[in-house]
């Protein structure tokens, strides 16, 4: 996630990240540490939501990797830790992980997958892991399931009708299960276990979640375009959101599918 830089970075930590990625992130490193593994790699950590989950919980010895290609999501990541705390931040490639084989007894990837070739972060993923090693990642479902994605389009539309920014599009690109599933069997993967979750929360600040949405790198695209302001569309948003999900707070629905392997 490159293009997260800069002051782009600050609202999706504290305005997307307790909607969308909290939840989430806790159930995430709840089910790595119940396996009690020692060292663990977390792939596309951003900002650190789901790193400061699985240290809380793993055993104080066990040491934590956390990589990321974008530099300013990993100084933000930083902050929420001590010095003393075993975590190592690294910029890194998830296609081509910095790491010798067998070196990992779980792999966490929250969100991250659709950004990067799954075939050949796949195959890094199982080099790195050892035998026996757990490998957990999680999708963004379907526009459908997910207004962050559907209900803002169609909110740019209005705004962008012959080109739409689609940048928003791009976090539920991997919501088809099987291609998937047969890339992780292809790779060696097994078993494979799949879960669909939902999940609501309330937001008490919409029209700060909305200004944060236009404000990841949905704002390049929409600066590209030119002649729109993107204050009229955090307003739009806003309406159109506390429309369909109402306010007070609003219960924003989400979906997630979560992919649990390991490497035999």
Known sequence: MAGYVDDVVIPYDR????????????????????????????????????????RNLLAKQARLTAIDISDSMMDVARTKFLPDEQVTFQNADATALPFDDESFDAVVCQFGVMFFDLEQGFREVYRTLKPKGRY????????????????????????FPSDTPRFLLDPVSCHQIDPIKEKLIATGFNPIVISVQRHEYPILDVEAFARALVYTPLIFEIKDRGGVDPEDI???????LKKEFGENPMCYPMQAILFETEKP
Request: net charge negative.
């Open 15 to 54: 305005d997307l990240g307790p909607v969308l990625f909290e939840h989430y992130g806790a159930d995430t490193a709840k089910r790595v540490a119940e396996q009690s593994p020692m060292n663990v790699l977390e792939i596309a950590a951003g900002t650190g939501i789901v790193t400061r989950h699985l």
């Open 136 to 159: 957990l990642f999680r999708v963004w479902d379907s526009e459908h399931y997910n207004p962050f994605a559907g209900l803002s389009f169609e909110v740019l539309k209005q705004f």
């Open 234 to 240: 955090v307003t739009e948003l806003a309406e159109a």
